[in-house]
């Protein structure tokens, strides 16, 4: 299958701090998501990338769709301790397959 | 409304039983998804549904058969698992199988096989 990295694999950051993770494919997407997983729960989406390019912000998340069609990233600016979880990115190919990235596991301090 | 419910949320059975898990959505949605999760990984996928039939099968093992009787509704039929079947089950649904439409989740059904 389809193989994305994503980084970092976890990070501690202090309460109130911004937080960027990536993800990158060798293959090209038509769609970027990114979901966030709290412990025994069902991922939630958070944002949705259609174009490359494009620039999204959910609130305190902003995320990108890269130009190259294969990497995207996330932002959380001004953390809070309910930022805490998992989160993945996945890239969808046009037969709606989803393919996660491992996962960035956040932890806030507060 | 984006809600995908899931029940049983935890299941506890042994390797000669047979249980289900149901999942269940009213958001009109066409495509259905089941997922299977191991601690600390991201989500593999099991099976898709559109339009109630079959579409994909990532080559799971016939003790999990899915079923989807209605639009709404996606079982999961388990029999004769191994303890290394367990993990969180996650349903999702999508408007369609294509490939701009998004996937909901549930929140899952965390199995355990004695």
């Known amino acids: 299958g389809q193989q994305l990295n994503q980084s970092p694999q976890s990070m501690f950051i202090q309460e109130g701090e911004d937080v960027s993770m990536n993800c990158t494919s060798s293959s090209i997407f038509n769609t970027w998501l990114w979901y966030k997983q709290d412990p025994g729960e069902g991922p939630v989406l958070l944002i949705a990338?259609?174009?490359?390019?494009e620039l999204t912000s959910n609130g305190r998340l902003t995320a990108q769709f890269g130009i190259t069609r294969k990497d995207s990233f996330l932002n959380i600016s001004a953390s809070i301790p309910s930022d805490v979880g998992i989160y993945f990115c996945a890239g969808q190919t046009g037969a709606n397959n989803l393919f996660f990235g491992t996962g960035t596991r956040l932890t806030v301090i507060p | 409304d984006t809600e995908v419910t899931q029940t049983p949320k935890h299941l506890v059975m042994g390797m000669t039983n047979k249980k289900s898990l149901k999942c269940e959505q009213h958001m009109g949605h066409r495509a259905m998804y089941w997922y299977k999760q191991k601690a600390k990984k991201p989500p593999e996928l099991m099976f898709v549904?559109?339009?109630?039939?079959?579409?994909i099968n990532e080559s799971v093992p016939s003790r999990f058969s899915p079923e989807c009787p209605n639009s709404s509704l996606l079982n999961l039929h388990l029999h004769a698992l191994q303890p290394e079947d367990s993990a969180l089950y996650l349903c999702a649904s999508s408007q369609e199988d294509r490939g701009t439409d998004t996937q909901y989740f549930g929140p899952g059904t965390r199995l355990t096989v004695l």
């Open positions: 990338l259609y174009k490359a390019g």
């Open positions: 549904y559109s339009y109630e039939k079959l579409s």
